[in-house]
């Protein structure tokens, strides 16, 4: 139901920016999250948008280096990647829920507070 691009291979230091749509539904409304999973690793937060765009959150090994962003025109929610390192280097998936209360940092990092997921992007990040 959501569908992530703009992975690939890049090298340390480099820029990346994914982006999230959805399939057939809009994204008003819903809070969006980036999260990550490297081989052998568990799934982890990396940032998460409200529904308005006016609130972010992210992970402490990304704040300063990543933006999450969401255009409401185009539908979209887009991270933007710069100052990569090598273990910024996973598959990125972006998640979805539609909901009214008001957000905290434990809220947003859940992976299990999601409802919707994509298939997810590969990052490489080459040093």
């Known amino acids: 139901q959501l569908v992530e691009s703009g992975g690939g291979l890049v090298q340390a230091g480099g820029s990346l920016r994914l982006s999230c749509a959805p399939s057939g539904r809009t994204l008003s409304g819903y809070v969006m999250g980036w999260f990550r999973q490297a081989p052998g690793k568990d799934r982890e937060f990396v940032a998460a948008?409200?529904?308005?765009?006016?609130?972010?959150y992210y992970s402490d090994s990304v704040r300063g280096r990543f933006i999450i962003s969401r255009d409401s025109a185009e539908n979209t929610m887009s991270l933007q990647m710069d100052s990569l390192k090598p273990e910024d280097a996973a598959v990125y998936y972006c998640?979805?829920?539609?909901?009214?209360?008001?957000?905290?940092?434990?809220?947003?990092?859940?992976?299990?507070?999601?409802?919707?997921w994509g298939q997810g992007t590969q990052v490489t990040v080459s040093s």
């Open positions: 948008v409200n529904w308005n765009g006016v609130e972010t």
């Open positions: 998640a979805a829920r539609f909901t009214t209360v008001a957000l905290t940092l434990s809220i947003v990092a859940n992976p299990g507070w999601y409802f919707y």
